[in-house]
């Protein structure tokens, strides 16, 4: 309920949902829409994200092991 407050305070021209029924209730008409593909291919870039985070944050403590060691 938080997160939807900030968006609709922030002006938001569109917000983009599953097609779960409570959006209705939570989000106005006027800017609410439902999209399949534009929530896979975002719920797809957040994916590929995290994925490269884990990469990364795992390098960074195999090279501060490398480090301490030495």
């Known amino acids: 309920m938080k997160i ?3 968006l609709i305070l922030s002006n938001s021209k569109q917000i ?4 779960l029924n409570i959006y209705k209730d939570l989000i106005p008409k006027e800017i609410h829409s439902t999209k399949n593909r534009g929530i896979n291919h975002i719920e797809h870039q957040n994916l590929n994200l995290r994925t490269h985070l884990k990469r990364l944050n795992r390098g ?3 090279i501060q092991n490398l480090q301490q060691c030495f």
């Open 4 to 6: 939807i407050s900030t």
């Open 16 to 19: 983009v949902t599953d097609k």
């Open 60 to 62: 960074l403590f195999a």
